[in-house]
């Protein structure tokens, strides 16, 4: 994988500011719980994968491939999942990919007719995308809070595991991904199973007992030795993800846990067959605009 592409040509950046400052490797972060807001949650967020793009496309890219849609650890795929619909009627459809790291579940939904554009709040990311698709989509760099499109712009809109898990207001999110939609259009999201966070993240025996209560709503926050946030996520419980999704006019279809499929041998963070095949990882909520 060449890591030396640093063009930025084909990549809009919608975004209004940046991390103040150079922003340190994480390695020597402290792991805690406390109270992130919206800025400090996106400027986490953004230096986060801004630094680690490198390292997290080549452990994983061979995983999520170039063009392929998947949903999470787990290996759902949207090509036998059809969460967004029928890949035969995918053909026309303009589609907003929300977290879209480099892209492919974007270059999966090209290569069926739709019209995606790729956002995402990491540079560095994009960057990846403009590597493995030499500019054959449209890549945005935006905050998921304030989407730079007219209203009624497109028919679907996902998210796999993107900005939806960072974000302190997720409903703000939410209502701008309502407004972009045409009525109608889908809204299809995948985040950590919120069962997950009364769970040590460990892949292993030790991640099998609860060790913190489910109710909780503190966010986990890794903050360098001023006490400056540099990776940040929030937990929802079910219910709140199902009544954010509502507060913001969606109308809930379904809500998908994916199981753990017997091909898939691969430990992934928390993620593993022994987990996987216990608890669920993942929950993916596929909403409607009214």
Request: glycine letters at 12%; one cysteine or more.
């Amino acid at each position: 994988m060449n890591q030396e592409d640093d063009a930025t040509e084909g990549v809009y950046d919608a975004t209004h500011g940046g991390p103040e400052g150079a922003w340190d490797d994480s390695d020597d972060a402290e792991a805690t719980r406390r109270d992130a807001g919206d800025a400090e949650s996106s400027r986490a967020s953004r230096g986060w994968w801004d630094r680690n793009a490198d390292e997290y496309q080549s452990e994983h890219g061979a995983f999520l491939g170039d063009d392929r849609f998947v949903w999470g650890p787990e290996g759902l795929d949207e090509a036998e999942a059809a969460l967004l619909g029928p890949a035969d009627g995918l053909h026309g459809k303009d589609v907003l990919e929300i977290g879209a790291g480099a892209a492919q579940c974007s270059r999966w939904l090209a290569a069926r007719g739709a019209r995606p554009v790729a956002l995402d709040l990491s540079h560095r990311m994009l960057q990846h995308a403009l590597r493995i698709g030499e500019g054959d989509l449209p890549l945005v760099q935006a905050d998921a809070g304030a989407l730079p499109f007219r209203d009624g712009s497109f028919d679907l809109a996902c998210s796999a595991y993107g900005a939806v898990p960072f974000v302190a207001d997720p409903v703000k999110v939410m209502r701008e991904v309502h407004r972009v939609l045409r009525p109608g259009g889908r809204w299809v999201f995948s985040v950590t199973h919120p069962i997950r966070w009364a769970f040590p993240d460990e892949p292993g025996p030790e991640g099998l007992s609860v060790s913190a209560s489910y109710f909780d709503r503190t966010p986990y926050v890794e903050q360098d030795e001023t006490g400056r946030a540099v990776y940040v996520e929030h937990h929802r419980t079910v219910g709140d993800r199902v009544r954010d999704v509502v507060a913001a006019g969606f109308r809930l279809l379904d809500l998908v846990e994916p199981e753990w499929p017997a091909w898939n041998a691969q430990e992934w963070g928390g993620w593993s067959p022994l987990r996987g095949n216990l608890i669920p990882g993942t929950a993916v909520f596929v909403c409607e605009r009214d």
